[in-house]
Protein backbone atom coordinates (compact mmCIF):
# COMPACT_ATOMS: atom_id res chain seq x y z
CA UNK A 1 0.00 0.00 0.00
CA UNK A 2 1.28 3.42 -0.91
CA UNK A 3 2.36 5.74 1.96
CA UNK A 4 1.46 9.01 0.30
CA UNK A 5 -2.03 10.03 -0.35
CA UNK A 6 -4.10 9.03 -2.90
CA UNK A 7 -5.44 12.48 -3.47
CA UNK A 8 -4.73 16.04 -2.08
CA UNK A 9 -6.80 19.26 -2.09
CA UNK A 10 -4.30 21.67 -1.40
CA UNK A 11 -5.75 25.06 -0.65
CA UNK A 12 -8.38 24.81 -3.12
CA UNK A 13 -10.97 27.60 -4.13
CA UNK A 14 -14.16 27.71 -6.52
CA UNK A 15 -16.21 30.43 -7.28
CA UNK A 16 -18.50 30.95 -10.20
CA UNK A 17 -19.90 34.03 -11.81
CA UNK A 18 -23.43 34.96 -11.32
CA UNK A 19 -24.59 38.12 -12.84
CA UNK A 20 -21.92 40.88 -12.19
CA UNK A 21 -20.52 39.20 -9.22
CA UNK A 22 -18.28 35.92 -7.71
CA UNK A 23 -20.13 33.36 -5.54
CA UNK A 24 -17.08 32.05 -3.70
CA UNK A 25 -18.35 28.40 -3.41
CA UNK A 26 -15.13 26.59 -1.60
CA UNK A 27 -13.07 28.80 0.55
CA UNK A 28 -9.82 27.46 0.25
CA UNK A 29 -10.02 23.79 1.22
CA UNK A 30 -7.19 21.31 2.41
CA UNK A 31 -8.09 17.51 2.10
CA UNK A 32 -5.94 14.19 1.85
CA UNK A 33 -7.26 10.84 0.95
CA UNK A 34 -5.67 7.53 1.56
CA UNK A 35 -5.85 4.23 0.24
CA UNK A 36 -9.17 2.19 1.89
CA UNK A 37 -10.77 4.57 3.47
CA UNK A 38 -14.38 5.42 3.55
CA UNK A 39 -14.88 9.63 3.83
CA UNK A 40 -18.19 11.35 4.98
CA UNK A 41 -18.35 15.02 3.55
CA UNK A 42 -21.40 16.21 5.52
CA UNK A 43 -23.12 19.19 4.92
CA UNK A 44 -26.44 21.04 4.25
CA UNK A 45 -27.42 21.26 0.53
CA UNK A 46 -25.31 24.19 -0.40
CA UNK A 47 -22.51 23.79 1.49
CA UNK A 48 -20.23 23.06 -0.87
CA UNK A 49 -19.98 19.56 -1.34
CA UNK A 50 -21.01 18.08 -4.41
CA UNK A 51 -18.33 21.33 -5.49
CA UNK A 52 -15.81 19.85 -3.90
CA UNK A 53 -16.65 15.83 -5.24
CA UNK A 54 -16.37 17.27 -9.11
CA UNK A 55 -13.36 18.80 -8.38
CA UNK A 56 -11.71 15.75 -6.23
CA UNK A 57 -13.24 13.29 -10.04
CA UNK A 58 -11.75 15.56 -12.11
CA UNK A 59 -15.25 16.87 -13.86
CA UNK A 60 -14.32 20.31 -12.89
CA UNK A 61 -11.10 22.50 -11.90
CA UNK A 62 -10.40 24.64 -9.01
CA UNK A 63 -10.36 28.68 -9.51
CA UNK A 64 -7.39 28.75 -6.98
CA UNK A 65 -5.36 26.12 -5.74
CA UNK A 66 -4.39 22.46 -6.47
CA UNK A 67 -5.34 18.63 -6.53
CA UNK A 68 -3.24 15.81 -6.89
CA UNK A 69 -4.19 12.88 -7.58
CA UNK A 70 -1.71 9.75 -7.39
CA UNK A 71 0.77 12.66 -7.00
CA UNK A 72 0.02 13.88 -10.53
CA UNK A 73 -1.51 17.45 -11.12
CA UNK A 74 -5.08 16.97 -12.00
CA UNK A 75 -5.54 20.84 -12.07
CA UNK A 76 -3.02 21.41 -14.50
CA UNK A 77 -4.36 19.13 -16.72
CA UNK A 78 -6.87 19.54 -19.47
CA UNK A 79 -10.09 17.97 -19.80
CA UNK A 80 -9.37 15.25 -22.19
CA UNK A 81 -6.45 14.27 -20.39
CA UNK A 82 -8.35 14.19 -16.96
CA UNK A 83 -11.26 12.20 -18.82
CA UNK A 84 -8.56 9.42 -19.32
CA UNK A 85 -7.90 9.21 -15.70
CA UNK A 86 -11.71 9.20 -14.67
CA UNK A 87 -12.43 6.09 -16.93
CA UNK A 88 -9.49 4.39 -15.78
CA UNK A 89 -9.20 4.61 -11.95
CA UNK A 90 -12.28 6.89 -10.33
CA UNK A 91 -15.98 5.85 -10.45
CA UNK A 92 -18.78 7.73 -9.43
CA UNK A 93 -21.87 6.87 -7.49
CA UNK A 94 -25.31 9.63 -8.23
CA UNK A 95 -28.16 10.13 -6.19
CA UNK A 96 -30.49 9.33 -9.41
CA UNK A 97 -28.82 5.60 -9.70
CA UNK A 98 -27.97 6.73 -13.69
CA UNK A 99 -28.83 3.02 -15.22
CA UNK A 100 -29.35 2.36 -18.43
CA UNK A 101 -33.58 1.75 -18.32
CA UNK A 102 -33.51 -0.97 -21.15
CA UNK A 103 -30.67 -3.14 -20.05
CA UNK A 104 -30.63 -5.64 -17.63
CA UNK A 105 -28.39 -5.26 -14.49
CA UNK A 106 -25.95 -7.46 -15.59
CA UNK A 107 -25.30 -5.24 -18.98
CA UNK A 108 -25.24 -1.90 -17.05
CA UNK A 109 -22.26 -3.51 -15.38
CA UNK A 110 -20.56 -4.68 -18.76
CA UNK A 111 -20.99 -1.37 -20.10
CA UNK A 112 -18.65 0.12 -17.83
CA UNK A 113 -15.64 -2.43 -18.52
CA UNK A 114 -16.62 -1.78 -22.15
CA UNK A 115 -16.13 2.07 -21.80
CA UNK A 116 -12.66 1.38 -19.63
CA UNK A 117 -11.53 -0.64 -22.56
CA UNK A 118 -11.34 -4.04 -20.50
CA UNK A 119 -10.63 -6.91 -22.77
CA UNK A 120 -14.13 -9.06 -23.43
CA UNK A 121 -12.49 -11.87 -22.23
CA UNK A 122 -12.39 -10.55 -18.81
CA UNK A 123 -16.47 -9.25 -18.83
CA UNK A 124 -18.07 -12.29 -17.67
CA UNK A 125 -16.08 -13.06 -14.85
CA UNK A 126 -15.73 -9.22 -13.16
CA UNK A 127 -19.32 -8.33 -13.89
CA UNK A 128 -20.63 -11.66 -12.16
CA UNK A 129 -18.00 -10.76 -9.15
CA UNK A 130 -19.20 -7.54 -8.93
CA UNK A 131 -23.15 -8.21 -8.51
CA UNK A 132 -22.41 -11.01 -5.92
CA UNK A 133 -20.28 -8.51 -4.03
CA UNK A 134 -23.21 -5.98 -3.68
CA UNK A 135 -25.69 -9.27 -3.01
CA UNK A 136 -27.27 -8.97 -6.84
CA UNK A 137 -26.01 -12.33 -7.93
CA UNK A 138 -30.00 -13.80 -8.40
CA UNK A 139 -31.07 -10.78 -9.94
CA UNK A 140 -28.82 -9.67 -12.46
CA UNK A 141 -30.81 -10.62 -15.47
CA UNK A 142 -33.87 -7.59 -14.12
CA UNK A 143 -33.95 -4.24 -15.92
CA UNK A 144 -34.06 -1.06 -13.29
CA UNK A 145 -37.82 -0.91 -13.27
CA UNK A 146 -38.09 -4.50 -12.11
CA UNK A 147 -35.55 -3.84 -8.92
CA UNK A 148 -36.30 -1.88 -5.67
CA UNK A 149 -34.55 1.61 -5.23
CA UNK A 150 -31.74 -0.13 -2.92
CA UNK A 151 -31.39 -2.98 -5.29
CA UNK A 152 -30.78 -0.34 -8.20
CA UNK A 153 -28.40 1.93 -6.12
CA UNK A 154 -26.22 -1.72 -5.55
CA UNK A 155 -26.62 -2.20 -9.34
CA UNK A 156 -24.63 1.52 -9.70
CA UNK A 157 -22.24 0.25 -6.84
CA UNK A 158 -21.20 -2.55 -9.27
CA UNK A 159 -20.68 -0.64 -12.15
CA UNK A 160 -19.07 2.05 -10.68
CA UNK A 161 -16.59 -0.49 -9.31
CA UNK A 162 -16.24 -2.48 -12.27
CA UNK A 163 -13.42 -1.16 -13.83
CA UNK A 164 -11.61 -1.30 -10.54
CA UNK A 165 -10.88 1.81 -9.66
CA UNK A 166 -8.79 2.98 -6.80
CA UNK A 167 -11.22 5.99 -6.07
CA UNK A 168 -15.06 5.89 -6.14
CA UNK A 169 -17.06 9.13 -5.45
CA UNK A 170 -20.46 8.90 -4.26
CA UNK A 171 -22.70 11.76 -4.39
CA UNK A 172 -25.93 11.51 -1.93
CA UNK A 173 -25.76 7.43 -2.81
CA UNK A 174 -28.64 7.06 -0.17
CA UNK A 175 -30.66 9.84 -0.13
CA UNK A 176 -32.98 8.03 -2.09
CA UNK A 177 -33.20 5.13 0.48
CA UNK A 178 -35.09 4.05 3.67
CA UNK A 179 -32.93 3.48 6.40
CA UNK A 180 -32.46 0.08 6.30
CA UNK A 181 -31.41 0.00 2.46
CA UNK A 182 -28.77 2.65 3.42
CA UNK A 183 -27.70 0.67 5.98
CA UNK A 184 -27.35 -2.13 3.46
CA UNK A 185 -25.89 0.18 1.34
CA UNK A 186 -23.08 1.12 3.61
CA UNK A 187 -22.58 -2.24 4.26
CA UNK A 188 -21.93 -2.87 0.89
CA UNK A 189 -19.19 -0.28 0.65
CA UNK A 190 -17.54 -1.68 3.88
CA UNK A 191 -17.08 -4.42 2.17
CA UNK A 192 -15.75 -3.14 -1.30
CA UNK A 193 -13.09 -0.89 1.31
CA UNK A 194 -12.02 -4.44 2.85
CA UNK A 195 -12.03 -6.11 -0.66
CA UNK A 196 -11.60 -4.11 -3.80
CA UNK A 197 -8.50 -2.07 -2.12
CA UNK A 198 -10.55 1.46 -3.41
CA UNK A 199 -11.20 4.58 -1.25
CA UNK A 200 -14.96 5.98 -0.94
CA UNK A 201 -15.37 9.29 -0.54
CA UNK A 202 -18.98 9.96 -0.34
CA UNK A 203 -21.53 13.26 0.72
CA UNK A 204 -24.64 12.69 2.50
CA UNK A 205 -26.52 14.07 5.44
CA UNK A 206 -27.75 10.92 6.80
CA UNK A 207 -26.48 11.18 10.30
CA UNK A 208 -27.31 7.79 10.98
CA UNK A 209 -25.17 6.31 8.66
CA UNK A 210 -22.24 8.33 9.62
CA UNK A 211 -21.05 5.82 12.37
CA UNK A 212 -19.40 3.67 9.28
CA UNK A 213 -17.22 5.87 7.94
CA UNK A 214 -13.33 6.08 8.73
CA UNK A 215 -13.32 10.12 9.02
CA UNK A 216 -16.46 12.81 8.75
CA UNK A 217 -15.68 16.27 7.42
CA UNK A 218 -18.27 18.48 8.04
CA UNK A 219 -18.69 21.68 5.12
CA UNK A 220 -20.45 24.92 5.90
CA UNK A 221 -20.80 27.62 3.29
CA UNK A 222 -17.60 26.19 1.61
CA UNK A 223 -15.57 25.24 4.78
CA UNK A 224 -14.76 22.77 6.56
CA UNK A 225 -16.00 23.27 10.51
Known amino acids: MASGPLLTVENVERS?????HKLRVLKGI????????????????????????????GLDTPTEGKIYFRGQPFHEW????RTVVRRQDIGFIF???????????YENVELSLRMAGIPRTEWKKRVTSCLELVGLAKRMHHRP???????????AIAKAIAH?????????????????MAAQVMQVFREIV???N????????????????????????????
Open 16 to 20: FDVGS
Open 30 to 57: NLNLYSRQLIMLKGRSGSGKTTLMNLMG
Open 78 to 81: DDDR
Open 95 to 105: QAYALMPLLSA
Open 145 to 155: FELSGGEQQRV
Open 164 to 180: RPSLLLADEPTAELDSQ
Open 194 to 196: ATE
Open 198 to 225: VTICMTTHDTTIMEVADHVYEMVDGVFV
